[in-house]
Structures are given as structure tokens and as C-alpha cells.
């Protein structure tokens, strides 16, 4: 059964920056595509990077250019580094593989104005 771990989240005005973890057990991570979604309160989830298991990276439009995603298949880990933050990045964050498995509790990020 694959277990996802979130942690990183936070509270930060606009222009930080926040890194965000995820640990995942369960599966053979390194042949596993993995993502970071997000999704804010009366809003549907949305995908926001990928990792695919040949480290090829895919981002939305939103995050092209502030957010990046990395792994490290020694750890089980995906990381999400935020800069530049904007108040509209405020969610919850989650990560999964893809197909997905179960979700994780997520990371909730918080961006003031």
C-alpha cells in the first residue's frame, strides 16, 4: 500500500519562498511518476508540477518559472520549492503518484498579502 507524507507548509507573505517534502513508502519510487497538487478552499484540486521516473518535470502554467520540483529516489522524497509567492498560491498541498494512490493529509500553505 503506497503512504504519502507531506511536511514543509507554512505561513509566508507574498515574494517568499517554501519548500515542501514528501516522503513516499510503498512503491518502487524510482520507476514512479509523481506530482504535487493543490487545492484551495471551494476549489477543485489541480495538478500543479510532476516528476516523471525520467526526471523529465511538467509544470502549470501558474507555476512555470516560481515553482520546481526535484526527487530524490535514494530518500523515497519528491520536494516542491516555492519562490515567489503569491496569495493565490494559497492551498493545501498534497503529492501523489500517478495513477494516484491514496491521498496524504497535505501541507497547507499560506501566502498574506
Known amino acids: 500500500q503506497v503512504r504519502l507524507v507531506e511536511s514543509g507548509g507554512g505561513f509566508v507573505q507574498a515574494g517568499g519562498s517554501l519548500r515542501l517534502s514528501c516522503t513516499v513508502s510503498?512503491?518502487?519510487?524510482?520507476?514512479?511518476?509523481v506530482g504535487w497538487y493543490r487545492q484551495a478552499p471551494g476549489k477543485q484540486r489541480e495538478l500543479v508540477a510532476v516528476?516523471?521516473?525520467?526526471?523529465?518535470?511538467i509544470y502549470e502554467d501558474s507555476a512555470k518559472g516560481r515553482f520546481t520540483i526535484s526527487r530524490d529516489n535514494a530518500k523515497n522524497s519528491v520536494y516542491l520549492q516555492m519562490d515567489k509567492l503569491k496569495p493565490e498560491d494559497t492551498a493545501v498541498y498534497l503529492c501523489?503518484?500517478?495513477?494516484?494512490?491514496?491521498w496524504g493529509q497535505g501541507a497547507q500553505v499560506t501566502v498574506s498579502s
Open positions: 501523489n503518484t500517478i495513477p494516484s494512490a491514496s
Open positions: 510503498g512503491s518502487i519510487f524510482s520507476i514512479t511518476t
Open positions: 516528476s516523471t521516473r525520467t526526471r523529465n518535470t
